[in-house]
């Protein structure tokens, strides 16, 4: 039968075996098997300077290997304080992926479906619209080595409208292009920036970073074109 131990947590008695306080690495098991910190009060009890409010769960913890954290994110934090302070790295994880969910990312990416749409967006465009055209493998979209698409986003919302859109069959080998088109002419067309860039592989395998590469070599180019048109 393993040996009862009676704990004073700030002045409340906690009773538990010396197996659960001794089963994860940390405060409690050093405490015990190495007397470091041990502190025996009148009563026998081992004294603990500590507020007891927490303190079952942490035990819970400690039987189980697990426990039902609080709804509450303040409570939470509460007691992943509790279990920093008894360096239970376990439940440490557990409190910060409550508190820190891991969260999709906010922004959303705009396709383009069909022309007609995409004359209706150029309708209320507001600033330049940067259109990446891109390929499928099955099922899901084939996204260019080292492009992160929401990093992208982030970085040139500022400038660019950014939509995607699907390439066609018979354009599927150019893997991926992309176009600006940034103001409407006076018959009504828009002006589409000098070329579009495409990776056409022509039989041999170019690497997918390329196009990021391109890409915003492109961004620099228009940038620079816009300047020009400013200064005439």
């Known amino acids: 039968m393993s040996e009862t131990v009676q704990l004073d947590v700030g002045g409340t008695i906690f009773k538990t075996s010396k197996s659960t306080l001794t089963k994860f690495n940390g405060f409690l098991k050093i405490m015990l098997e190495s007397d470091i910190g041990l502190k025996i009060d009148e009563s026998g009890s081992i004294f603990i300077d500590r507020s007891p409010k927490h303190f079952d769960l942490i035990l819970n913890f400690m039987r189980d290997g697990d426990v039902v954290l609080p709804s509450c994110e303040l409570t939470v934090k509460e007691l992943l304080a509790e279990a920093q302070f008894y360096l239970l790295d376990e439940l440490i994880e557990l409190c910060s992926l409550k508190i820190e969910p891991v969260q999709a990312p906010k922004i959303k990416l705009r396709f383009i479906e069909n022309d007609s749409q995409l ?97 915003e070599k492109m961004i620099g180019e228009f940038d620079e074109f816009l300047k020009k048109q400013r200064n005439r």
């Open 119 to 215: 004359l209706q967006i150029l309708a209320a465009q507001q600033k330049p619209m940067l259109i990446i055209e891109y390929c499928m493998v099955g099922n899901d979209m084939s996204i260019p080595y080292n492009f992160n698409l929401y990093e992208f986003i982030e970085k040139q919302s500022h400038q660019f409208d950014i939509y995607f859109q699907r390439l066609s069959e018979d354009e599927s080998s150019h893997k991926w292009k992309a176009r600006i088109k940034w103001k409407p002419t006076e018959n009504g067309y828009y002006s589409q920036f000098p070329y579009n860039l495409r990776i056409n592989r022509g039989g041999r395998i170019i690497r997918d970073a390329v196009f990021l590469e391109r890409l």
